[in-house]
């Protein structure tokens, strides 16, 4: 790919997208994602994250030096040996988050985290064999030094669940591998959803669901370009595309990361990108063990901050818009919703600040990570709700589209029904638009699945919670208390109180 000589700008990034890949949308494959009318303002928004990078007011705090070939490359890449560099990390990456408000899921912080964290724990690899260790560190380091955008897929095709992967109808719906030669190895089937993976440089593959013994064909990690010959990638439906324009919808127009499923049509995988390979425990220490589940996690409680930011601003504005702002019960209501969106926050700082060692590295308090998991997870629909609620009928009382406001007889009633005590009918119908795109839209519903299923279903999550939490400490405070009395000494002393009672 192509890279200008300091760091990567988003120029580089749309050309690197010109590279072939396999992409399938409404049954036609797309020439060139860049310019396709369902993908391209995604694209640029990705692209823009790069020239935020590159722009020479950013470039010191939002990029560090690779220590391996010395350019500059985005500060997400950057391994924290302590909490301020944790801190110092997380200040350049929410100031890249912040430019699509948390909407985009799998902006390319997300994979550097994860395979930051992995690379944390390479004798993890170590001991899985010297040639996968290797593979994978000189992996991390080529994606780091090129500052890749990449995107994972590590779930498999639900499929019929109440059966195991590899007693499904078909032995590869999930992909598998079906050969290895002297050059590499041969993966067939598919994974699910790949975020972002339409406008990423390559896909890292692994799997995070628990597998049996027997499913070793399962068993794999490995990286690929996304223009590797074999790899079709089928789109969801572009919400960037069904958008009428951008005052209609202007989130979906913009951040529509898109979602898609990953088929690996017998695809040639060279040794040198096989990471994991039919160890069906090491898939598991390969997230769990190293560090790498947690700083992908942590990662998007950073992003659902900013989220959370961006949408309490959505019902504040909402209630000035309609004239409740004052309302007692709906100051207390905003006021709730600020709480909910600053615990979020503290859950981010208390992650850091309750950190530890991990070899030589910093990384964030584990259950502190999974706590937020579950606890957002169910706060993200309840949220939404509660914005809805605040809203009223508004969200829907409007125009069909921006075009109602070129047709003078509709403008003129528009201007007359869309009464705000806060802004003038046009900066209402706005607003209100964007509120929807938030909240209530195809693009917004989306979010409200992507929320509660990014990280699992509530049954994993909660899983790690509970494998995680500090028991010992939680169990000793309520047995310092039992420890106090015994049954004996109890009786012993009540018989002794009625004894004093009688004398007396
Ligand atoms: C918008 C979106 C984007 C995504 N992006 C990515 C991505 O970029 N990369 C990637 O790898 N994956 C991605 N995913 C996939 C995501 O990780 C999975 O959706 C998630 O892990 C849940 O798996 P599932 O969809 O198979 O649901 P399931 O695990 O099948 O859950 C569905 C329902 O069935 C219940 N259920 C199923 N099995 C059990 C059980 N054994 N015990 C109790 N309850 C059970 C669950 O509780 C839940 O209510 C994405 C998903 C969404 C929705």
């Not at 370009?225 to 595309?241: C, I």
Request: a negative charge; one cysteine or more; proline letters at 4%.
């Amino acid at each position: 790919m192509m890279m200008t000589a300091t760091v990567k700008t988003g120029a580089d990034h749309i050309e690197s997208l010109r590279d072939g890949r396999h992409i399938f949308i409404d049954g036609e494959r797309v020439d060139d994602v860049t310019t396709h009318p369902a993908f391209r303002n995604a694209v640029q928004s990705a692209a823009a994250l790069y020239d935020y990078q590159a722009d020479p007011k950013h470039i010191e705090w939002m990029t560090f030096e690779s220590p391996t070939n010395g350019k500059r490359v985005n500060r997400t890449w950057f391994m924290p040996t302590s909490y301020e560099e944790m801190v110092q990390r997380r200040e350049a990456m929410v100031a890249w988050l912040r430019l699509h408000g948390g909407f985009m899921g799998r902006s390319p912080d997300h994979l550097a985290s994860s395979l930051v964290g992995q690379a944390m724990g390479i004798d993890i690899f170590e001991r899985h064999g010297k040639a996968r260790a290797r593979a994978f560190q000189d992996y991390f380091t080529y994606a780091r030094d090129h500052d890749l955008f990449l995107t994972y897929v590590i779930i498999n095709p639900q499929a019929d669940r109440s059966k195991p992967w590899g007693e499904q109808d078909d032995a590869f719906l999930a992909a598998g591998v079906v050969d290895e030669d002297a050059e590499g190895i041969t993966v067939r089937g598919a994974k699910m959803l790949g975020t972002s993976s339409i406008m990423a440089n390559e896909v890292f593959v692994a799997n995070l669901q628990p597998l049996r013994p027997g499913e070793e064909r399962y068993a794999l990690s490995f990286a690929i370009p996304m223009n590797a010959p074999g790899l079709k990638v089928l789109s969801r439906k572009s919400f960037e595309a069904a958008a009428v324009s951008e005052y209609d919808n202007p989130l979906a127009t913009r951040f529509d990361e898109n979602d898609a499923l990953m088929y690996f049509d017998d695809v040639k995988v060279p040794w040198e990108r096989v990471f994991v390979y039919r160890d069906t425990d090491m898939c598991r220490a390969q997230f769990h063990d190293t560090a790498g589940h947690m700083y992908q996690n942590y990662q998007a409680q950073m992003r659902l901050l900013v989220k959370m930011q961006f949408l309490v601003g959505v019902a504040l504005m909402l209630t000035e818009t309609i004239g409740t702002r004052h309302m007692p019960v709906i100051d207390q209501e905003l006021g709730k919703l600020a709480a909910q969106a600053a615990m979020v926050e503290g859950m981010v700082y208390g992650m850091e600040a309750g950190g530890g060692a991990y070899g030589k590295y910093y990384v964030p308090k584990k259950h502190l990570m999974y706590a937020a998991q579950v606890l957002t997870q169910e706060l993200y629909p309840n949220y939404i709700k509660a914005l809805r609620e605040l809203a009223g009928g508004s969200l829907i009382m409007l125009p069909s589209s921006v075009r109602d406001f070129n047709h003078p007889e509709l403008s003129a009633i528009i201007d007359k029904t869309q009464q705000s005590p806060a802004m003038a009918p046009e900066s209402r119908v706005k607003f209100l638009k964007l509120a929807w795109d938030a909240i209530g839209s195809e693009f917004a519903s989306r979010h409200v699945q992507y929320e509660m299923f990014y990280a699992g279903a509530q049954f994993v999550t909660k899983g790690h919670s509970a494998r995680t939490y500090d028991w010992d400490t939680a169990r000793h405070l309520v047995q310092a208390v039992l420890d106090r009395y015994q049954l004996d000494d109890v009786i012993r002393d009540l018989d002794h109180s009625r004894r004093a009672e009688r004398i007396a």
